[in-house]
């Protein structure tokens, strides 16, 4: 089986690396040229609890590319997904499967725009990584993969490819509504990814905060009454499930979120795709949404000063 990961960011290395260590044909496809010419000269730099070593894992930019995936794994960050995909368009049969667990709301319909969606997958992770420089990255804690067909269907080939995760051992099951998986951990990423970047603050931190339940369930309670009139069974206890999870000093209690780390390199962030999606749909159902309007408003503010202009609007606010 071929294996491409698309996006070989944080977790595009991290699965990367952890299928090609049990035994796959992974290549790692990327438009960062000084990654992709650092991982060819020197193997993938990998740093989890067992500390650090190289993975001889391959790397390409998407023109490099040549043949088909069996299996494509989507892991750009939310902005990306569209040029992206229109740049690996000649890896993809109609054969091949692919898997997104990339954070956000929107992702399928962009995906769902040049590809079937009979070959469409998609799903969710809690596992948590740092892309630290080019040619490394750091793995934290474990973590869940959740996926399933986008419509329910081919039940049989998601769990093979369940079953393929879990042998590489990232853990992985079925989802019983792929919908609700993105939505909640949509929220997820909704709550942690701006609090950790406006306080400048890793997960921990956030956690020991004796009122942050809170500002959490205040954001929360917002994106679960967007949900209900979108038709997703998003519930809020599920999420502040996984939240409080990650706080934990064994989970990712040490971990900066990516929105942080994309704000100190000077990228712009997956903030339209995260609160921003949320406030669009608010604003479709004449919904309020103050609180997720204001941490919108405030990383834009951030992403203003580095002169980060070039993300989606959100003309409704």
């Not at 949509?186 to 905060?209: E, R």
């Not at 000093?249 to 949320?278: C, K, V």
Request: charge should be negative; charged fraction near 20%; proline fraction near 2%.
């Amino acid at each position: 089986m071929k294996i491409v990961v698309v996006g070989a960011g944080a977790m595009g290395s991290r699965f990367g690396s952890a299928l090609f260590t049990s035994g796959h044909d992974v290549t790692l496809v990327d438009s960062w040229i000084e990654h992709v010419d650092k991982i060819n000269k020197n193997g993938l730099s990998v740093t989890d609890e067992r500390g650090t070593r190289l993975i001889p894992i391959t790397s390409v930019l998407p023109e490099e590319f040549s043949g088909r995936a069996d299996l494509l794994l989507m892991f750009t960050k939310s902005m990306q997904t569209e040029t992206m995909i229109k740049k690996c368009l000649h890896m993809i049969a109609k054969e091949t499967e692919i898997v997104t667990l990339q954070n956000g709301i929107g992702n399928l319909e962009m995906l769902s725009k040049y590809i079937s969606k009979d070959q469409l997958f998609a799903g969710t992770t809690t596992y948590a990584s740092n892309l630290t420089e080019a040619g490394s990255v750091h793995a934290y804690g474990s973590g869940m993969i959740e996926m399933m067909h986008i419509n329910g269907n081919r039940k049989e080939d998601a769990e093979r490819i369940v079953t393929l995760l879990n042998a590489a051992g990232l853990v992985a099951k079925l989802s019983d509504d792929v919908m609700r998986s993105i939505w909640e951990k949509a929220a997820f990423n909704a709550v942690l990814n701006p609090l950790c970047t406006l306080t400048s603050s890793p997960v921990g931190t956030i956690g020991s905060y004796e009122s942050i339940m809170e500002i959490i369930e205040g954001i929360l309670e917002e994106i679960e009454l967007i949900s209900r009139a979108e038709g997703v069974s998003l519930d809020k206890r599920n999420v502040l499930s996984v939240i409080e999870g990650v706080f934990h000093p064994d989970m990712s209690a040490h971990h900066f979120s990516s929105m942080y780390h994309d704000i100190q390199r000077g990228r712009g962030t997956e903030i339209d795709y995260l609160n921003g999606a949320f406030i669009r749909k608010a604003h479709k159902h004449g919904i309020s949404a103050p609180i997720n309007t204001m941490i919108f408003h405030l990383i834009k503010i951030i992403e203003n000063r580095f002169q980060m202009n070039d993300n989606i609007s959100v003309q409704q606010v």
